[in-house]
């Protein structure tokens, strides 16, 4: 299939019992949610928004998330502190940074800090898509989790 094709999951193809992907974001404007959820909705995703900080280490007690992305302002103390909260368990969330001022020298930072990418604001389609499912599967593999089967996956992609 064309891995450029990143149509939702049909509901036939779904193993009984499976949850959607969950995703939590923190810190993103409510245009930039209106966008995402757009975007990864229709992608079996299942989002999770927080307004900050706390809100979003609230969120991800008891849950098992594949990807966290992080407006680079988000209050509550930032980015660099919720992945210092979060680099103890062993199930983590990639977390996927995301800014207006995306840069090679922000791009650097979060890679070196241990991050799972750096996403431009406004979002753009195919980047959101691709980025999020690599993080998934990525996340995925490190933790050896599964709720998706791979070949519902692969059907998406």
């Given at each position: 299939?064309?891995?450029?094709?990143?149509?939702?999951?049909?509901?036939?193809?779904?193993?009984?019992?499976?949850?959607?992907?969950?995703?939590?974001?923190?810190?993103?404007?409510?245009a930039e949610m209106q966008s995402l959820r757009k975007l990864l909705e229709p992608h079996q995703w299942n989002i999770h928004e927080a307004a900050d900080c706390v809100d979003a280490l609230r969120i991800l007690e008891g849950r098992q998330v594949a990807v966290l992305m992080v407006r680079d302002d988000v209050p509550g103390g930032g980015w660099k502190q919720l992945r210092d909260q979060l680099c103890h368990r062993t199930d983590a969330p990639n977390l996927i940074v995301c800014s207006k001022l995306a840069d090679e020298r922000l791009w650097a930072e979060v890679l070196n800090l241990g991050c799972y990418d750096l996403l431009s604001l406004p979002f753009e389609a195919s980047e959101?898509?691709?980025?999020?499912?690599?993080?998934?599967?990525?996340?995925?593999?490190?933790?050896?989790?599964?709720?998706?089967?791979?070949?519902?996956?692969?059907?998406?992609?």
């Open positions: 299939m064309d891995s450029q094709n990143f149509g939702p999951i049909p509901a036939a193809e779904r193993q009984r019992g499976e949850e959607e992907i969950q995703v939590v974001t923190a810190g993103l404007l409510s959101v898509v691709r980025i999020a499912h690599l993080g998934w599967l990525s996340w995925k593999h490190a933790t050896g989790l599964t709720h998706h089967s791979a070949s519902a996956v692969m059907h998406a992609w």
